[in-house]
Structure formats: C-alpha cells, structure tokens
C-alpha cells in the first residue's frame, strides 16, 4: 500500500515561513513527477508547484512563484515545500501528490495527472 504523508502545516502570521513535508512509504516507487496542491472549502483543488524528480525542473503558479520552492531529497523519498512570505490567501489545506509516468508539461499543475495523493495539512495564515 503506497502512502503519501504529509506534514509541517500549521499557524503564521503574514510575512512567516512554512517548510512542509511529504514523505512517501509502503512501496519502493520511484515517482517521476511531484507536486503540491491547496484547497479551500468551496472551491477546486489547485496545483501550486511540481517537480520532476530525475530532472529536478520545477513549475509553479504565478501567485506563489518568487515566494514558494519545491524541492525533493530522492535519496529519502522526501519532498519539500518551502513557503515565504505567507499571505492570508494561502491558507488552505495543502495535498502532497505523486504519479508514475511522465505528462505533458502543460499537465503538471494539474490534479488529474497525479495518481497518488496524501491526506494533506492545514496552513493558516493570519494577518
């Protein structure tokens, strides 16, 4: 049973810092894309940065670019986000996602690409 978790969420005022973390288990996957997604009540899951994980190239969306980084520690099966610069707006339940197989660039950010997805954690952002 494969099994992505994620963790590192929680409380911070505008203008702090988060590091999530995702780490994957139960199987001995090497997972070609990674990617993290947010989601708010109401509203659809939207992919925020993704990473391939041979290559290392990475893509994000313009609200979090300059502010937000992805990256991945292959060796430990572990990805990262790192979060600055927080804004209220990125309080949201952020997933952990994985897939097997390449996609087109253009598909990266998107939810159905991915075929694994962890439980998430909650980050809240105060002002």
């Known amino acids: 049973q494969v099994q992505l978790v994620e963790s590192g969420g929680g409380s911070v005022q505008a203008g702090g810092s988060l590091r999530l973390s995702c780490v994957g288990s139960g199987n001995t996957y090497t997972w070609d894309l990674m990617g993290w997604f947010r989601q708010v009540p109401g509203k659809e899951r939207e992919g925020i940065a993704a990473?391939?994980?041979?290559?290392?190239?990475?893509f994000y969306v313009d609200s979090v670019k300059g502010r937000f980084t992805i990256s991945r520690d292959n060796a430990k099966n572990m990805l990262y986000l790192q979060m600055n610069s927080l804004k209220p707006e990125d309080t949201a339940m952020y997933y952990c996602a994985a897939r097997r197989g390449v996609v087109p660039e253009t598909s990266t950010l998107k939810e159905y690409a991915y075929n694994y997805w962890g439980q998430g954690t909650q980050v809240t952002v105060s002002s």
């Open positions: 990473i391939w994980t041979a290559a290392g190239r990475t």
